[in-house]
């Protein structure tokens, strides 16, 4: 077997371009599970480049946009699953783009487009990957496959948990490999293991029927103060969520978690360059910073209430909200958080602020002990000169706990073709060539490590 | 004298559809001071018919709408003052009005347009009363009339102040009749005697150059939290306004005053059947809450941050800002009441906090005591069947004090052909037929006594 890295890297080599001219393909077809546009035909696309790729493929529908199972079996009886996704953000605003978000370019090594980094560009190098396993085994994969590929992952994957359910005996698999992933702000490929949760919700307030003239401000109620004062009694300037029971559950990381997470690179330095922040929520400084992904937040999303034109406009609004999200760490259940939001503003007075779930997901983690996590840290060595660093929790969400209930606690990790700067959800979404490649390389590695593990 | 009312009368009610016609010319043409839309030709409009109506007219030009003065020569040395404006809120929502809103309409005995109550069918009321007394008289005015007729009351008055300095001489008038007033919701006249005074404000706050992923909600500061707590720091649940020295100037009402507010109308039911309230800013019920308005408020006009469309987005946004307006109460000052909200935040840790001041007004009110006042309640009994209830002070603002500081401390009143669901600044505005009518026969009776007070 000594060989086969080597044969891996020949093939890639050689068909770099055409694996970049099938990204652009699905790159050029819209996907957008916000609107819906594109979405359908572009299942229908993906699903033949997987069926020319020698998958079995089910599109499975649902009440919203069909999730995609592909199939190849392997000499083991070890399976590996790729979670994925077909659908992309809204390509707004169109201004900001330097060539269209639907017209795939190469230009300075990169190529850009809307969904090329997220989530179109992964896919395609699982599948590169893939092929270059076969190409280097004489046509026979080490293991089975098993990709679940939904469209509608950018607006919190509502109808994925049914389709795994019922699809649960077809899924059966040893570890999985999560949508993306990459090198850190210093060119280091890291492994994440896990999302945090979030409870999503929508407080609104209605005191009058409508606005009134603020000369009556004296004696008329007003709904923006009533939400003012309801946000401010969820959480104060300390930061500390003022919900009682919040953090309850909330568990620390482990002393191995902690030290993972300062091995990590500092990211003050970087949002302070590029996103001109001055102030953190918390003290401290450097990696020490990292450490406070295991404590929940409650972030406000938006405000809304009464008149935001220009100029002035003497009104008492009528009406006001906000949207919220609180991103939860293991073991904090989002149902159990929003049972204790609505008791908190109860007992505070605020009965009257209304509360919608917006979607929720539990926190989801695989262990840093774990052995095809060893396994999957010392690979990246042959790829990148050294080991990949592990984050044990990205302050993100997604549907990973969805795949623990189905497939039980296999471990599940990160990695793809990523980098700190690829504007994923942004104008000039883009990946690196470079990093398709070793991207690559990196997954037919794993690939190969974990056919083989015992 | 004994049959110059019974002239008056018979006057108005004989050439009564003549000044409904001019006041529909006059609504027909748009004249929107906060768009522009067609403000100039309402000037020279309103300057044709007062010339009409045998006033001389000047158009002084400002940096904004030019400001009208109409000036008419009466047989004593007395002049009487008249403020006014030709400008209108803007109509929108178009779709909510029954006819459209420069399409003047006759319906049900009342007529609709944009700006028949606010303010254009207080003007011609006014003419219509004045040419009543002249018929009455052969003639003759009894007193001399000057009309001040602005284009921009919708817009805070920028410009008035100006005009009324720079034409401080030819102003010299006794006594003043305010833009508007009429009949409470009891169809009692009922005349006001002040206005509160207003700051207005807009608070923003920016902590990061461009919105970022909720994900960083544990590290990234949070514009929309910072501003909620600012806001908090304003005024508490307990409505108290907490920004210190806030009160220190803030009069209460004289025992008279507040005898005046408690035999006014309450408006706690209106208040309940009409917007749907349920609960007051303060406790107690009734006529008592009319004192209420002697209290200075602060009131959040609206707010502003992040994502507020359809469904989440996970954002924490960079910057959020507040429009606010504190209503004044005697003897409270706006530019004093700046800085102590500044001085305020800067002391509560929000130095970051910017405020743009959005136009600022003192409060102004005329003694309940002054024998015009006295004279101008009495009369009403020969219009309305009983004396006009006297209101203090209204919750709203307006450039009364630029004409304290231009004449003097003259007596300025506040009546008109309003009733209380004139729907002023909203869709399907109007006044009733019978209003004008009356509303003109008072006016010209007020005109009759004061020409012969001593």
Redesign the interface.
């Known amino acids: 077997m000594t060989d086969i890295p080597s044969a891996i890297d020949a093939y890639l080599q050689s068909n770099l371009n055409d694996y970049i001219q099938t990204t652009m393909r699905l790159c050029a077809q819209p996907s957008v599970s ?1 609107t819906g546009e594109g979405v359908g035909a572009c299942a229908q696309l993906l699903a033949g480049e997987l069926r020319q790729h020698h998958f079995q493929v089910q599109l499975c529908p649902t009440a919203g946009q069909p999730v995609i199972l592909a199939h190849a079996q392997g000499a083991s009886d070890r399976t590996m699953l790729f979670y994925n996704h077909y659908d992309v953000q809204p390509p707004e605003p169109l201004e900001l783009w330097t060539t269209p978000p639907y017209a795939p370019t190469l230009r300075d090594g990169n190529l850009y487009a809307r969904g090329a980094a997220d989530d179109k560009g992964e896919i395609v190098a699982r599948l590169a990957a893939l092929d270059a396993v076969r190409a280097a085994r004489h046509g026979e994969l080490p293991c089975s496959i098993t990709f679940v590929i939904e469209g509608e992952e950018e ?2 994957s509502p109808h994925l948990g049914q389709v795994l359910r019922e699809h649960q005996a077809e899924l059966a698999a040893q570890a999985g490999i999560w949508e993306a992933g990459g090198l850190d702000s210093e060119g280091q490929a890291v492994v994440t293991l896990g999302l ?1 949760g ?1 409870l ?1 919700v ?1 407080l609104s307030v209605k ?4 606005d ?11 709904a ?2 009533r ?3 309801a ?2 009694g969820l ?3 300390d930061q500390r969520i003022r919900i009682p029971g919040f953090y309850d559950h909330a568990k620390p990381p482990t002393p191995r978690e902690r030290d993972l997470l300062l091995a990590l690179p500092p ?1 003050d330095e970087l ?1 302070r360059r590029n ?8 003290e401290g400084a450097g990696a020490e ?1 990292n450490v ?2 295991f ?14 034109g220009p ?8 009406r ?1 909200s ?2 919220l ?1 609180f ?1 939860l760490v293991p073991d904090q259940d989002p149902a159990d958080i929003l049972a204790k939001l609505r008791a908190h503003l109860d007992a505070q ?1 605020f009965a009257d602020v209304e509360i919608e779930e ?2 929720s997901t539990p926190p989801a983690k695989t262990s840093a002990e774990e052995p095809f996590v060893t396994m999957v840290a010392r690979t990246a060595a042959e790829v990148y000169g050294r080991p990949s660093l592990l984050d044990p929790i ?4 997604g549907p990973m706990h969805m795949f623990f209930e189905a497939l039980g606690p296999v471990p599940i990790v990160f990695t793809g073709i990523q980098y700190w700067n690829n504007r994923a ?1 942004s104008p000039d979404e883009h990946f690196r060539l470079q990093d398709f490649a070793s991207g690559a390389r990196y997954i037919a590695r794993i690939v190969e490590n974990f056919a083989s593990m015992v």
Chains 1, 2 share one sequence.
């Open positions: 916000a607006t919190s945090r979030v999503g929508e005191v009058m029927d409508r009134a003239h603020s000369g009556q401000g004296h004696l008329l109620p007003n923006a103060w939400l003012v004062w946000l401010n959480k104060g300037p990211r949002y996103l001109g922040v001055k102030t953190f929520v918390r910073l406070a992904v404590e929940p937040a409650a972030t406000i999303n938006g405000l809304t209430a009464g008149y935001q100029g002035e406009k003497t009104v008492i609004p009528a006001a906000a949207k999200d991103r007075g917006r979607g990205a302050g993100g969400s959800h």
